[in-house]
């Protein structure tokens, strides 16, 4: 079985094909075609560390990630999360190829938000606003580069100085990165990938601005302000995950009845009268469609390299 590092599993995933895929692993996962347990999160004895498993079961492939989180390990100057995304045929079990997980995470969370961005905005995307500057941040700042040339991207962080390195170290002349500005005008689309605990996001509720919050993953976190979720139509990707996991909208009070899945969105275009709140929390299946890319994409190669 060949594993692939992470600039590798990068170049696997190309967000076209990738987005394209979600949107088809959306539709099958909500069908019933894919079999995908809530994830599985055991502490460790000590260093607080933290082992999570993620398996899946398509009718055409089988995927399993296994993580580790280590908060203390950038003083050791070592990654805070590892891991690996093994992928099987489903029809009779061969192990065909391991990714790298923390890319794949990456790159699948941040392609989701922009299947979001294609399902809901009606038009044309020129102003994006990206709160945080960790890895998520760049994760939607290379898809929306790959997706949304030419479009101007705004980032907001803890300080000036993050702001400012982040802007400098990922600029590309695909897009326009600069830091937010206190006159900036509505946004399009507004993006937090951070870990807070409290709101990062207190704008009003806008038909003209869809809201995607990314970075909360647990009931205690929150960064989109209970008044914006309950004025908006609610969406999340993962109807099975997100009452346990989508602090956004627990804090928020608002019933589950009222919270639709990506899913349905995809058949039925929500009130375009009505603002719009994203939630992901993502889910194993999104790791299958990665792996569906993975496979097609090695297909392509070995085609060409036959030719």
Same mark, same amino acid.
């Given at each position: 079985?060949?594993?692939?590092?992470?600039?590798?599993?990068?170049?696997?995933?190309?967000?076209?094909?990738?987005?394209?895929?979600?949107?088809?692993?959306?539709?099958?996962?909500?069908?019933?075609?894919?079999?995908?347990?809530?994830?599985?999160?055991?502490?460790?004895?000590?260093?607080?560390?933290?082992?999570?498993?993620?398996?899946?079961?398509?009718?055409?492939?089988?995927?399993?990630?296994?993580?580790?989180?280590?908060?203390?390990?950038?003083?050791?100057?070592?990654?805070t999360v590892q891991g690996i995304v093994t992928c099987a045929d489903a029809h009779d079990g061969r192990f065909l190829f391991g990714l790298d997980g923390p890319t794949v995470t990456m790159r699948r969370t941040s392609a989701i938000s922009m299947l979001a961005i294609r399902t809901f905005i009606h038009g044309?995307?020129?102003?994006?606003?990206?709160?945080?500057?960790?890895?998520?941040?760049?994760?939607?700042?290379?898809?929306?580069?790959?997706?949304?040339?030419?479009?101007?991207?705004?980032?907001?962080?803890?300080?000036?100085?993050?702001?400012?390195?982040?802007?400098?170290?990922?600029?590309?002349d695909r897009l326009t990165l600069r830091p937010e500005l206190a006159e900036d005008g509505p946004f399009d689309v507004v993006i937090t990938t951070t870990s807070s605990s409290t709101p990062v996001y207190d704008g009003p509720a806008d038909p003209r601005c869809l809201v995607i919050g990314v970075g909360a993953?647990?009931?205690?976190?929150?960064?989109? +302000?209970?008044?914006?979720?309950? @004025?908006?139509? &609610?969406?999340? *990707?993962?109807?099975?995950? =997100?009452?346990?996991? !989508? /602090?956004?909208?627990?804090?928020?009070?608002?019933?589950?009845?009222?919270?639709?899945?990506?899913?349905?969105?995809?058949?039925?275009?929500?009130?375009?009268?009505?603002?719009?709140?994203?939630?992901?929390?993502?889910? +194993?299946?999104?790791?299958?469609? @990665?792996?569906? &890319?993975?496979? *097609?994409?090695?297909?392509? =190669?070995?085609?060409? !390299? /036959?030719?």
């Amino acid at each position: 079985m060949k594993h692939y590092c992470a600039t590798q599993t990068q170049a696997l995933l190309p967000f076209p094909a990738l987005v394209d895929m979600l949107a088809r692993t959306v539709r099958d996962y909500a069908g019933g075609a894919i079999a995908c347990p809530e994830r599985t999160t055991i502490p460790t004895h000590d260093a607080g560390g933290v082992l999570m498993c993620m398996p899946t079961v398509g009718v055409d492939l089988v995927a399993a990630k296994v993580l580790t989180i280590f908060g203390a390990n950038a003083a050791l100057h070592l990654p805070t999360v590892q891991g690996i995304v093994t992928c099987a045929d489903a029809h009779d079990g061969r192990f065909l190829f391991g990714l790298d997980g923390p890319t794949v995470t990456m790159r699948r969370t941040s392609a989701i938000s922009m299947l979001a961005i294609r399902t809901f905005i009606h038009g044309h995307v020129r102003r994006v606003l990206v709160i945080g500057t960790g890895t998520q941040a760049l994760a939607h700042v290379e898809a929306l580069a790959a997706l949304h040339p030419a479009i101007e991207v705004a980032i907001r962080g803890r300080t000036p100085e993050r702001v400012a390195r982040f802007c400098t170290q990922y600029a590309t002349d695909r897009l326009t990165l600069r830091p937010e500005l206190a006159e900036d005008g509505p946004f399009d689309v507004v993006i937090t990938t951070t870990s807070s605990s409290t709101p990062v996001y207190d704008g009003p509720a806008d038909p003209r601005c869809l809201v995607i919050g990314v970075g909360a993953y647990r009931p205690d976190m929150a960064e989109i +302000a209970p008044s914006v979720v309950r @004025a908006s139509q &609610v969406y999340v *990707d993962d109807p099975v995950g =997100a009452p346990s996991e !989508a /602090g956004d909208i627990l804090q928020a009070g608002l019933p589950w009845d009222e919270v639709r899945a990506l899913a349905q969105a995809l058949e039925t275009p929500p009130d375009r009268t009505r603002p719009v709140f994203f939630k992901s929390v993502g889910c +194993a299946a999104w790791d299958l469609a @990665a792996c569906r &890319v993975a496979r *097609d994409m090695q297909a392509r =190669a070995g085609d060409d !390299a /036959g030719m």
